[in-house]
């Protein structure tokens, strides 16, 4: 679009006084040396071109096929939230007794540099969430002070061993990635399982056959 709009424009108010040919600069003339060849050849024969554009294109279809699709790619952001999910109710004092205990699991691994959680947030209009709801942020060491052989995805498998506590569903995920979930989808994380229905035990039945899958 600017090609024909805006360049145009700029053109008169910046080139100015009279434009050399094309043949007194040599540069377009390498240029046009390639380049005039190659077209006679593809003009000489359409159909073939034609025919072996579509044929590649036909062959890309294959392996695209086979990629996965993802809103969002996989970043290593350098830092993780933890997100779990607590039974509804909980008091504040005992939100505060399973944050820090929590947080005291999240330290026994190495890879662990700090570690910051808060239990609900404030009755706001736009973010609010109760006490149930934790959202640690753990930051992790340089990679040169890593354990040997340890990825991203192993130390997510370790915290998830390190931070057992009953009534709690862990949720590790990027913060960026988190965020632009929720915004999205309104589930905080990267795969939710929406439930209606107009009886409460007929929900509460089916999420129990969904956690069994």
Do not use: C
Not at 1 to 9: A, N, Q, R, Y
Not at 45 to 72: C, D, V
Not at 183 to 189: D, F, I, M, R, Y
Not at 198 to 210: C, K, P, S, T
Request: charged letters at 20%.
């Amino acid at each position: 679009g600017l090609s024909i709009t805006l360049i145009p424009v700029l053109m008169g108010y910046w080139i100015r006084g009279k434009l050399p040919s094309e043949q007194r600069n040599p540069l377009n003339r390498f240029l046009i040396k390639i380049y005039s060849p190659m077209l006679d050849k593809v003009l000489a024969h359409p159909k073939t071109i034609l025919l072996g554009a579509l044929l590649i294109f036909l062959i890309s279809l294959f392996p695209l096929t086979r990629l996965g699709g993802e809103f969002l790619p996989n970043m290593d952001e350098g830092d993780l939230l933890y997100m779990p999910s607590a039974l509804p109710g909980l008091s504040a004092a005992k939100a505060s007794e399973l944050l820090q205990q929590t947080d005291r699991m999240i330290k026994t691994v190495p890879e662990v540099a700090t570690v910051f959680g808060k239990a609900g947030r404030a009755e706001s209009a736009t973010d609010s969430a109760p006490l149930e709801m934790f959202e640690t942020t753990i930051q992790f060491k340089p990679r040169s002070e890593w354990r040997s052989g340890m990825t991203p995805d192993k130390l997510i498998k370790e915290l998830d061993k390190a931070v057992q506590v009953p009534g709690l569903t862990n949720i590790w995920v990027p913060p960026i990635r988190n965020r632009i979930d929720m915004l999205a989808t309104g589930v905080k994380s990267p795969i939710g399982i929406k439930v209606s229905a107009n009886d409460l035990q007929d929900i509460d039945r089916v999420a129990q056959q969904i956690e069994q899958v």
